[in-house]
């Protein structure tokens, strides 16, 4: 037995266990192949085109190589619309997310992705500030509003805090822009 | 026809075309494919991207693959190399928040959990998607399908050693932010 091994005796089953296969979901195959739409038969025929796959595939290699002029810019749901991104957040993960409807004009924005279970990222510009926003669900014993943790993260500011059974982290690149970044859910008149 | 991955005569109806033969071959892999590259990237919508990623290199490449190679290592090789590709995209594509996200997200975690002052038992999947890309990928190929060091030295292209001592290492991590995990009596296998 090779010498990691030796010595990992109850962390074997621990990872065995924890790395399990999963089952593939449906839509790889929606996304690999194009079966013909047939309403009437419970699972489509599948087909598909060799030419099809392949161009897929040199499509999906130009748009990763057009979307890298735009730092962040693989997203689940792209949108500058406000009430769009909301409502793909909650459609996605049952968050409702309080972004200021219709944005303030300062606030440009971007998108959203799911990153973990439960939580979601979205990325918006206020004032040519990057700002990034994580949510997630809290439990109900954390204090509304009252809690805010700021801190230093490399090079950006951040600052969490929990409202309606939610918890926000805000990131911005330079402290004094944290402000700005709350014109993403608030009026400038209550920030 | 019993399906399995080294099966010629799929494998070889797959190289002339036969779309019924690439659904099947797509059958008896999605999982292991999918999989992997879920437990690498630690996402399910980046899991999404790998997969689809090997499945197409798949096609347009296995009229490359040669009878006398085993099919089952080729395709490792293939999503083994379009887990680096997206950790190399990734890098690439997040040049002002680099690392930001995953900062903010730990940030996010201890914050708020601590507040809670609730025990958070820290996924298997969560700690294995945080290690370094290359320890992250023996480790998968190891525990998740069960591959012996040499067959891992072969897919990575490293050699039997290299494996071992990244195993070692990411070992070592494992150990450490997992050891509320442990049981007595856990049992190894050679």
Redesign the interface.
């Known amino acids: ?25 449906g ?3 929606n ?3 194009m079966p013909p739409v047939d309403d009437r038969r419970a699972q489509p025929k ?3 085109t ?1 030419m099809l ?2 161009a ?2 040199a499509a ?1 290699s130009v748009l ?1 190589l057009a ?2 002029h735009y ?4 997203f ?1 749901f792209r949108s500058n619309n406000a009430s769009e991104v909301r409502s793909w957040i909650h459609d996605r993960t049952g968050l409702d997310i309080p972004l200021a409807t219709p944005s303030h004009p300062k606030v440009e924005m971007i998108g959203a ?4 279970t439960g ?1 979601v ?1 979205i990325r918006y510009r206020a004032e040519n500030q ?1 700002v ?1 926003l ?1 949510v ?1 669900r ?2 109900a ?2 204090p509304e509003h009252e ?1 805010l ?1 700021m ?1 230093e ?2 090079y ?1 500011t ?1 600052i ?1 805090w ?1 409202a309606g059974r939610q ?1 926000y ?1 805000v ?1 911005v690149q330079r402290a004094g822009d944290l402000r700005l970044a709350c014109l993403g859910c608030h009026s400038e008149s209550t920030i | 026809m019993v399906l399995n991955e080294n099966d010629r005569e799929l494998i070889e109806a797959c190289q002339r ?1 036969d ?2 033969a ?2 099947l071959l ?1 059958d008896a892999n ?6 992997i590259a ?2 690498y990237a ?4 980046a899991a ?1 991207d790998i ?3 090997t ?3 798949l ?2 490449h296995i009229g490359q693959f040669r009878s006398d190679a085993k099919f089952d290592t080729w395709l490792y090789r293939l999503v083994v190399n379009s887990c680096l590709d997206h950790q190399r ?2 890098r ?6 680099d ?3 995953d ?3 730990t ?2 975690e201890t ?2 959990h601590e ?2 002052r ?1 025990e958070r038992k820290e ?3 969560d700690v ?1 998607a945080k290690l370094p890309p290359e320890q992250r990928i023996v ?2 190929l190891r ?2 399908e ?1 591959l012996s ?1 040499e067959h891992i030295a072969d897919i990575v292209g490293c050699s039997i050693g290299t494996v ?2 990244r ?2 290492r990411a ?1 070592k991590v ?2 450490r932010r ?1 050891s509320h ?3 007595q009596g ?5």
């Open positions: 037995m090779p010498k990691s091994d030796r010595d990992n005796t109850w962390l074997q089953p621990v990872l065995r266990q924890g790395l399990k296969r999963v089952t593939a979901p839509e790889l195959w996304r690999i192949a599948r087909t598909f060799w796959a392949c897929s595939a999906a990763a979307w890298g730092p962040g810019a693989r689940d992705s799911v990153v973990q939580a990222e990057e990034l994580v997630s809290a439990g014993a954390l809690h943790d801190r993260i490399r950006a951040s969490s929990a918890a982290t990131s | 075309g779309p019924e690439f659904a797509f999605s999982d292991k494919i999918y999989s879920l437990r630690g996402d399910e919508a999404m997969a689809q990623d499945f197409l290199k096609l347009s995209r990734k690439k594509l997040r040049p002002l928040l690392g930001l996200l900062a903010v997200c940030v996010h914050v708020l507040l809670l609730q996924a298997v999947h294995v480790v998968i525990y998740m069960d060091y071992s001592s195993l070692n070992h494992l150990e997992l995990l442990r049981r856990g049992t190894g296998r050679a």
